[in-house]
């Protein structure tokens, strides 16, 4: 069992930067890999950014591709969503996921279904 808590969402004006945390809690996070989706008014949740249980892989979406940083510290239960030039499109409720760590194809951690715990959301409104 794991349990997501978010934090560090707000507002912001175009073209400034958020980081978004995601604790959690339980010993076997470090078995865990870890992604960010995010979901607008009448939109589809959307795949952001996912980090491998070790760190060592990262994937991004690709209309955040060279803003957006996902990292994750093992020893803090943590994953780190670092934004920068934020858009007005990227206004959005953020989550963070789990899903159990393996060695999985890009295509795998895109699917919100793959993941198994879910956090409650953090908003971002990003302001023109």
């Known amino acids: 069992q794991v349990q997501l808590v978010e934090s560090g969402g707000g507002l912001v004006q175009a073209g400034g930067s958020l980081r978004l945390s995601c604790a959690a809690s339980?010993?076997?996070?470090?078995?865990?890999?870890m992604g960010w989706f995010r979901q607008a008014p009448g939109k589809e949740r959307e795949f952001v950014a996912a980090?491998?249980?070790?760190?060592?892989?990262?994937y991004s979406a690709d209309s955040v591709k060279g803003r957006f940083t996902i990292s994750r510290d093992n020893a803090e239960n943590t994953v780190y969503l670092q934004m920068h030039s934020l858009k007005p499109e990227d206004t959005a409720l953020y989550y963070c996921?789990?899903?159990?760590?393996?060695?999985?194809?890009?295509?795998?951690?895109?699917?919100?279904?793959?993941?198994?715990?879910w956090g409650q959301g953090t908003q971002v409104t990003v302001s023109s």
């Open positions: 996921a789990a899903t159990p760590g393996g060695a999985y194809s890009a295509s795998y951690y895109v699917s919100a279904e793959k993941y198994d715990y």
């Open positions: 339980g010993r076997t996070f470090s078995s865990y890999a």
């Open positions: 980090v491998s249980w070790s760190g060592s892989r990262t």
